[in-house]
């Protein structure tokens, strides 16, 4: 999938995992929060994308169509729920919770049995990737803040 492809289907994707309650039709603090949130979702969606695009059981699975025809639209959705998971979750987020989505979609959707300890380092990947999205987005967000605290 080429990146323009990932960044409209990123972008339909935000539609259901950002809530933009528009209560604050001035271009505000609000609105600029939510460019910078929406831009930083899309942003983890392509690195998780990417990360999955190199996982070697993943891809067999998908070009061999373990899953059947629609292995890639699988591995596809894939990517979207775990962005959903991570960028949802209320509750506190632990890696064995996302190795466990993660043996489930490739067992249950891809028909295909990882022993190879793969899974375990993806899922480490990815609450890497987290992390630094949390990180950097509460940066963006505070750097906002500072300009309109200072005009």
Do not use: F
Request: glycine letters at 6%.
């Amino acid at each position: 999938m080429r990146r323009r492809e990932q960044r409209v289907e990123a972008e339909s994707s935000m539609d259901t995992i950002i809530n933009n309650d528009g209560s604050n039709d001035n271009g505000t603090r609000q609105e600029q929060e939510v460019e910078v949130e929406v831009e930083a979702v899309s942003h983890l969606l392509e690195e998780i994308t990417l990360l999955l695009s190199q996982w070697n059981g993943l891809q067999m699975a998908v070009q061999n169509e373990w899953g059947g025809h629609d292995s890639l639209q699988k591995a596809q959705q894939l990517a979207v729920d775990i962005l959903s998971w991570l960028s949802q979750s209320k509750a506190p987020l632990y890696v064995d919770d996302l190795e466990t989505m993660l043996h489930e979609c490739m067992l249950l959707s891809l028909n295909t049995e990882i022993e190879d300890g793969s899974i375990e380092e993806v899922a480490e990947q990815l609450m890497i990737m987290h992390e630094e999205y949390l990180q950097g987005y509460q940066e963006i967000i505070e750097k906002y803040r500072g300009r309109e605290d200072h005009p």
